[in-house]
């Protein structure tokens, strides 16, 4: 921004001569007095045109800043516009595999119970078929209670053999007693 330059152009119609390519003036002429009153519209009319120009210039800056601010303001909408499209996004998303899991879970929890029922009628049945098993083997293999053969001989017997260790033939009416008592027991049995 020169003194020949447009935006100073007060320089120029004041016929100050600042930049000797502009003006044939010399320092003789500036000598010269110039009217007060002159100098003081001049002066004026110069204020209110620096005054327009800053206030110009303030305008393009005002513009300019809102421009910047405006251009801010709808990236910043735009983004969050994004972020609020994202969190809908996930939201659905997040229902959705909500939703699926309460189906696996239903899915599941009925499977379970399917198994607890089958579980307990196997259980029912096994439980049956083992009992009417043992009533069966109980029912072929009755127990037979027995008692001893002749078994005051016997207790006889074995109080003399331990009374004659040495002499075992002194035992041995007792022992013929006792062979007649057993074979006359399995006689008895089987008739």
């Not at 990236?75 to 994004?82: C, I, V, Y």
């Not at 119970?113 to 196997?122: C, K, N, V, Y």
């Not at 078929?129 to 001989?153: G, I, W």
């Amino acid at each position: 921004m020169g003194f020949g330059s447009p935006e100073w152009p007060f320089l120029q119609r004041t016929g100050c001569c600042l930049d000797k390519r502009h003006s044939g003036t010399t320092k003789r002429q500036h000598s010269r007095p110039v009217a007060a009153g002159e100098a003081q519209a001049g002066l004026k009319q110069e204020q209110a045109y620096v005054r327009d120009e800053f206030g110009k210039i303030l305008e393009r800056e005002r513009i300019s800043s809102n421009e910047h601010l405006t251009r801010a303001i709808l990236r910043e909408r735009a983004a969050t516009e994004e972020e609020r499209q994202k969190a809908q996004r996930f939201a659905r998303q997040l229902e959705e595999k909500d939703r699926e899991l309460k189906k696996h879970d239903a899915y599941y929890k009925e499977q379970l119970a399917r198994l607890e029922e089958r579980s307990a009628q196997f259980y029912k049945v096994t439980t049956e078929q083992y009992q009417k098993a043992a009533d069966e083997v109980s029912a072929r293999f009755k127990r037979y209670e027995t008692q001893p053969v002749c078994a005051d001989l016997q207790g006889k017997i074995l109080q003399c053999y331990q009374q004659h260790a040495q002499e075992t033939l002194s035992c041995s009416a007792l022992a013929s007693q006792y062979l007649h008592c057993v074979n006359h027991a399995k006689q008895q049995q089987q008739a």
